[in-house]
């Protein structure tokens, strides 16, 4: 199994700011996925990132808007930048591990 | 690209009632993975199904998998209260690692 935390847990932003949110594994993994869920909505995939390189982004999502990092095998930021009411959401981080995923609590975003 | 639909969106029940969620994908899926959403709460793994025809149980909780493997269904026997909560279906495609969500059904359980 794994156990996931991020934080922050929620944040109120301010439009044109830029939140980082973290997210902390408790067991190594190569792949840590990061995903958007709009209120009342299904969870979208916005990227996969890999140790040592470059985040996958999806279609619709840019590295720009949504720089992620991810220095080892246990951790990993996703930073919404620039932010616009548009990105109010919840943000999870999410593992794979023994063909079990795993999601974190997310982090509530509101953008104002 | 691949695209994985999930009927009803809601579906209100008397406690007590069965309850049956629908998934398809418009491509062959390598596996299939259910998950249970609670109100507030993040998505929580279930179950994953991986073989043709493959039906798993747990509980009042029964999985299909279709022959096809582009198709799946949970059914819920006798729901109880604790059932409520958003059911979402997500697959993987053949060949591939990421893993698409369906919109989910959302499953209201009125005692």
């Known amino acids: 199994s794994a156990v996931i935390s991020q934080k922050p847990s929620r944040d109120i932003c301010q439009r044109g700011t830029s939140l980082t949110i973290q997210c902390q594994v408790d067991s190594q993994v190569t792949m840590m996925f990061w995903y958007r869920q709009q209120p009342g909505q299904s969870l979208t995939l916005i990227a996969t990132a890999n140790q040592g390189s470059e985040a996958t982004y999806e279609s619709g999502f840019v590295i720009d808007k949504f720089p992620i990092s991810r220095p080892n095998l246990t951790f990993s930021t996703l930073t919404v930048s620039n932010m616009s009411p548009e990105d109010s959401s919840i943000y999870l981080c999410?593992?794979?591990?023994?063909?079990?995923?795993?999601f974190g609590p997310g982090t509530r975003l509101t953008v104002l | 690209g691949q695209q994985v639909m999930q009927i009803p969106q809601y579906q209100h029940v008397q406690e007590g009632e069965d309850f049956t969620t629908y998934c398809n994908s418009s491509?062959?899926?390598?596996?299939i993975q259910w998950y249970k959403q609670r109100p507030g709460g993040h998505p929580v793994f279930l179950i994953q199904?991986?073989?043709?025809?493959e039906v798993k149980k747990q509980k009042r909780l029964t999985f299909q998998f279709g022959e096809a493997k582009k198709n799946s269904s949970l059914h819920i026997t006798a729901t109880q209260t604790t059932d409520v909560g958003t059911y979402f279906c997500?697959?993987?495609?053949?060949?591939?690692?990421?893993?698409?969500f369906g919109a989910g059904t959302r499953l209201f359980v009125k005692a």
């Open positions: 997500a697959g993987i495609n053949t060949g591939g690692f990421k893993t698409i």
């Open positions: 999410s593992v794979v591990v023994g063909g079990e995923q795993f």
């Open positions: 199904l991986v073989k043709s025809g």
């Open positions: 491509t062959t899926l390598s596996n």
